[in-house]
């Protein structure tokens, strides 16, 4: 094998993995309430079942689904409803 097909095949493998662990990381998702703009909630709130029903920013009741451990970051996130 010439070196620059194996640089090739070292780079796919490489590669590869990352995409694995970051596939891995997507599919763990955590509801995260506080943290909405008005509008843009994934789904339901105290008074409504729908997405997108959220009436103001930052509505307690209101939650986006984001990657595990993101939301302990945020200003405002909160893993429970309020």
């Not at 339901?44 to 302990?72: E, M, N, R």
């Amino acid at each position: 094998m010439n070196k620059t097909l194996k640089a090739s095949i070292a780079t796919v493998v490489i590669l590869g993995s990352n995409a694995l662990v970051l596939e891995a990381h997507v599919d763990s998702k955590e509801k995260c309430y506080g943290v909405v703009k008005a509008g843009k909630n994934d789904c339901a709130t105290k008074t409504s079942s729908c997405a997108g029903s959220s009436t103001t920013d930052g509505q307690t009741d209101a939650f986006l689904a984001l990657p595990s451990g993101l939301c302990k970051k945020l200003v405002g996130g909160s893993l429970t409803s309020s």
